[in-house]
C-alpha cells in the first residue's frame, strides 16, 4: 500500500475517532510549565478551543492510532468488515501533531484511541508508548486521555495510568444481550473488570492523610465511559438504570450518551435514521439530575412513560408536573434539597437563593434575577409577593409552561 | 460635578483612590464622573465638566463621620474584573455600589440587589471574554535572529490582555510569544512578561504551514449527520471567526452536510471487505458453558463468569468464586462479595475480610488452608450517587447460586463448612435457620460434613456499641476456635 501522506492520514484517522463524544479537559490536577523543559498546563477547568458546526466542542486532538481493527462490531465505522479507508500514524507522528497543535494554542492536549491490531496488549502498549513519549521526552504537561483496552494486561493499564489524565473504556451498549450480539469480539465483563482496576487505582493513588511519601500518580482525571444510545432496544430508563450502576460501581466521572449516528458503510442489522438527538439531551439531563440534584434513575423513572423520557418537556418538569402535592416550595424556607427539585432553578440559583435569604426575604422579581427565567419557575413557588394559586395544580400547566419554552422543540 | 481623570481604561489603582477620595470628600453617585485620559468621544464627559485630580477637591465636604470607611475584600475582587467590561458607565456603578456599601455593609451578598446583580453579571462577562481569548487565541510560527518565536493577533470581547497574560505565561513557559490586541500588547521572552501598545492586525504572521493540519482535523471532526448551528455559536461568537483560521471551513461544511447525511442512510448495506475473514478476532460468545455439572473448580470458576441464572451478573463487575486448597478440611460460607470483592474478583478482601482474617488468626486457623467462598457468587447492591449499598440477596437469588455451591462442596469435600449468617446458613442448610440460637452447634449434613453456624464479621462492623461490638466479636472467636478443634 502506498504510503499515506500525514494529512491524509489525520484526515482518516479524525473521521474514525469522532464517534466518541467524549472531549473533556476537566478535573484533573493543577500543573504548568513553570521550571520545566516542555509546555503546557491543566487549571481544572477545561477549555473548549474550537466548536464544529455539530454543536460538539474541540478541546483534545482526538485521533485513532489505527483504524484497522479485528473486531466487528457492528455499530462502529472502525469494524473489520467495514469498507471505510484504514491508515495508521507512527509514534512520532502523533507525538509531533500533538506539540506543534498544542504550540498554537489549538488544543489542550490527546485524546488518543485506537483500533484493536494483533492483540489488545500489543494495542495498550502503543497507546502508553505515545503518552510516556509526551510526557518524558518533551515533558508535555498538558492533558492526556487515553482508551483504555480492556483485554490488555492489568500491568499496561497501570502504566497508563501513570501518563495518563484519564482513563475510559466504553461500554456502548446498555444492554449486554445486545453487545454480544453486535460486538461479538467483546466482553462486558472484561470491560467491567477493567473498570474496576482504575477505580482501585485512582483510590489508591489518593493519599491518605498520614502518608508522608505520596503514592504514584493514577488517573488524577479519572475515568468516563459512553453508552450508544438508539442502536440496542433498551429504553431510556434502563439506560439511566445502567448508569448509576456505572456511577455506583466505579466512581466514574462521566457517562457520556452518544445518539447512534448513520455511519459510512454501515451494517444493516442497524437502524439508518438521523441519530434521536433529543433523546441525548434529555438523558444527560435526566444523567445531570443524578449527579448534582439529588434524584435516583427510579425517580426520574416516574416521569417517563414506557421507560422513555419526556421529548418535549425536561426530565425534572416531568417528575415535577406528576408530583404536584410537592408543590408550590417557598423559596424563602425550603430546604435546598427540595429547592432542587423545582423545575428552572439550577444548582447555582439555588445556592444564590440559599445564600441571599439570610439577608433578605425573597420577593418574585429577586427570583427573577437569580435564575434565567422566572416564568417557567414561577408555578412552583412561593414569595412574600407571589403565590400561584391554583396555577400549580392546573390542567392546563404542562401546556403552559411547555409553550413559554418552544425552543426546547426546535432542536430537530 | 466631580470629576477625575484615570490613566487607562483598566486604570483600577486610580479608579480607587479617586473613588476612595470621593467618598471621602461626600461626593454623591452621579455627581462623581470618572474620565479616561486621552479617550474622546462624547461619551466620556460633558463639555462643561472641569476635569482635574480628585485631590483637589475641597476637603471641607469630609464629614468626620465618614472619614473612615472600610470595604470588604469582596468588592475589591468584584471591581477589578469590572473595570475590564467595555461598557462606558462601569465606573458609575462601581462607584455607587461603594457608595451603597456605606450604609449596606452586606450589600455584596445580597446578590438579588439590582446594582449587584448587574455588577455580577458584568463581571461574569469579563471571566467569560478571558476565557475565551485563553480558547481562541491561535499562535503563528515566526522566525528570528534568536530563533523560533511564535505570534497571535486576537480581539478580546473585554479587556482581558493583562488578566490572561499570566495562564499563557504558564502554559507556553519555554516559547517567546506575543499576542498583540486592539487594547495593547503582551510579550514573553522566556524570563519575562512585558506589555507593550494597542496594535494592529497588520502587526501579526498573516500564516503557519500547520493551520492546514488543523483545518483537516476540525473538518473531519465534524459529524454531518449531528448539525446544530446554533449550538456551536452560542459558545464561538461569530465575532471571533475572523481570527480563527478554521472558521473559514464553516460555511462549506454546514451548506454540505445535509446531503452527506443523506447518502450515508440512503446508501445500500455494503459487502463486508475482502480481508474480513482473515482479519476478525473469534466471536467470544459462540461457547458459553451449559449448564453441564462443573467437574472441576476451574470450572466452576468458568461457569460463574459466564452465568446467568439470576439477574444479579448485570450491575455486578465479575462472579466472585471461591478460593483456596482443593482439599480444605474446612471451608467457609459467606453472604455474597461486596464492594471490594466485586472489583478485585477474591473473596473476603473489604472490610469484613479484615474482620475475618484477625479472628481467624486469633482462632489459631490459617486462612491458607481454608477454602473461602460465597452463597452467593454476584454483588447485590444499590447504586446510592458514588457508592454502592450492600442489599441482601432473597431466597430465589441464593435457591439459582446453590448450584455452584454445590458444585464447590462436592469438589473440596471439607470436613466442617462454617456458615456465617443467615443467607450462608440458608444456603448450606436449605432452611432459614435462626443463627443466634443455632450458632455453634454442629448440625449433620447429607454428604456426611458437618455444618456449624456463627455470625456474618460485617454484622461486627456495623454494631453500634463498643461493648456490644467487643462481645460479639469474643463470641465469633470463641465460635472458630471451636470449629478448629472439631476438626482435630
Known sequence: MARLDLRHKLSVLADAAKYDASCSSSGTSKRDSVGGKGIGSTEGMGICHAYTPDGRCISLLKVLLTNFCIYDCAYCINRASSNVERARFDVDEVVDLTLNFYKRNYIEGLFLSSGIIRSGDYTMEQLVLVAKTLREVHDFRGYIHLKLIPEADPKLVEMAGLYADRLSANIELPRDEALARLAPQKDVGVIKKAMGQVRLGVEAARPARRDRIKPPKFAPGGQSTQLIVGADGAPDTEILDRSASLYGGYGLRRVYYSAFSPIPDSSSILPLSKPPLMREHRLYQADWLMRFYGFSAPEIGEGASGGMLDLAVDPKLAWALNKREQFPVDVNRAPREMLLRVPGLGVKAVDRIVSVRRYRTLRLEDVGRLTRSVAKVRPFITTLDWTPGGLTDAADLRARVTSRTPEQLSLF | ?488
Open chain 2, 1 to 488: 460635578m466631580a470629576v477625575t481623570v484615570l490613566a487607562s481604561e483598566t486604570d483600577f489603582d486610580g479608579w480607587r483612590k479617586a473613588a476612595r477620595d470621593f467618598r471621602l470628600a461626600g461626593v454623591a453617585p452621579g455627581t462623581a464622573r470618572f474620565v479616561v485620559q486621552g479617550a474622546t468621544s462624547a461619551a466620556q464627559g460633558g463639555l462643561f465638566d472641569r476635569a482635574e485630580p480628585a485631590k483637589s477637591e475641597p476637603r471641607s465636604q469630609r464629614t468626620g463621620r465618614q472619614a473612615e470607611f472600610r470595604v470588604p475584600a469582596a468588592f475589591v475582587d468584584l471591581a477589578k474584573e469590572v473595570i475590564l467590561h467595555r461598557s462606558t458607565d462601569r465606573f458609575d456603578l462601581l462607584y455607587r455600589l461603594l457608595w451603597r456599601l456605606g450604609d449596606e455593609p452586606d450589600l455584596l451578598k445580597v446578590i438579588s440587589d439590582r446594582d449587584v446583580a448587574d455588577a455580577m453579571e458584568r463581571a461574569k462577562n469579563v471571566s467569560r471574554a478571558a476565557h475565551k481569548m485563553k480558547a481562541f487565541v491561535r499562535f503563528r510560527q515566526v522566525h528570528d535572529d534568536r530563533g523560533e518565536a511564535w505570534a497571535a493577533w486576537f480581539e478580546p470581547a473585554h479587556r482581558v490582555v493583562e488578566k490572561t497574560a499570566g495562564f499563557f505565561q504558564r502554559r507556553f513557559t519555554t516559547m517567546r510569544w506575543s499576542i498583540l490586541t486592539p487594547d495593547g500588547s503582551v510579550f514573553w521572552d522566556g524570563e519575562h512578561l512585558r506589555f507593550g501598545p494597542p496594535a494592529t492586525r497588520d502587526m501579526a504572521p498573516r500564516e503557519d504551514e500547520i493551520e492546514e493540519f488543523w483545518k483537516t482535523y476540525y473538518a473531519s471532526t465534524f459529524n454531518p449527520a449531528r448539525l446544530s448551528v446554533k449550538t456551536m455559536q452560542g459558545e464561538m461568537a461569530k465575532s471571533y471567526w475572523k481570527n480563527l483560521p478554521e472558521a473559514a471551513l464553516i460555511p462549506e461544511l454546514v451548506a454540505a452536510s445535509r446531503a452527506r447525511t443523506e447518502a450515508m442512510v440512503a446508501a445500500p448495506a455494503p459487502q463486508p471487505n475482502a480481508r474480513f475473514a482473515k482479519a476478525v478476532a473469534p466471536d467470544l460468545h459462540l461457547d458459553r458453558p451449559g449448564d453441564v455439572t462443573p467437574d472441576s473448580l476451574e470450572a466452576v470458576a468458568r461457569g460463574v463468569q459466564a452465568c446467568r441464572r439470576c439477574p444479579l451478573h448485570r450491575d455486578a463487575t465479575q462472579g466472585v468464586c471461591g478460593e483456596g486448597p482443593r482439599a480444605a478440611r474446612l471451608m467457609i460460607v459467606g453472604e455474597q462479595p461486596g464492594d471490594h470483592e466485586d472489583l478485585a474478583g477474591r473473596p473476603f478482601v473489604g472490610p469484613a475480610g479484615q474482620v475475618l482474617d484477625a479472628a481467624l488468626e486469633e482462632a489459631g486457623i490459617d486462612r491458607a488452608d481454608v477454602y473461602l467462598t460465597n452463597a452467593v457468587k454476584h454483588f447485590k447492591h444499590e447504586p446510592r450517587g458514588k457508592l454502592r449499598l450492600h442489599k441482601t440477596p432473597n431466597a430465589g437469588e441464593v435457591q439459582a447460586c446453590r448450584w455452584w455451591l454445590d458444585a464447590e462442596r462436592r469438589l473440596v469435600r471439607p470436613r466442617v463448612v462454617l456458615a456465617l449468617g443467615a443467607t450462608a446458613g440458608l444456603a448450606v442448610l436449605g432452611r432459614k435457620p435462626a443463627v443466634m440460637q443455632e450458632r455453634g452447634a454442629p448440625i449433620a449434613l447429607d454428604d456426611e460434613s458437618t455444618a456449624v453456624l456463627t455470625v456474618h464479621p460485617s454484622y461486627l462492623l456495623r454494631l453500634p456499641d463498643e461493648a456490644a461490638k467487643a462481645e460479639a466479636r469474643r463470641i465469633f472467636v470463641e465460635d472458630l476456635t471451636a470449629v478448629r478443634r472439631r476438626m482435630g
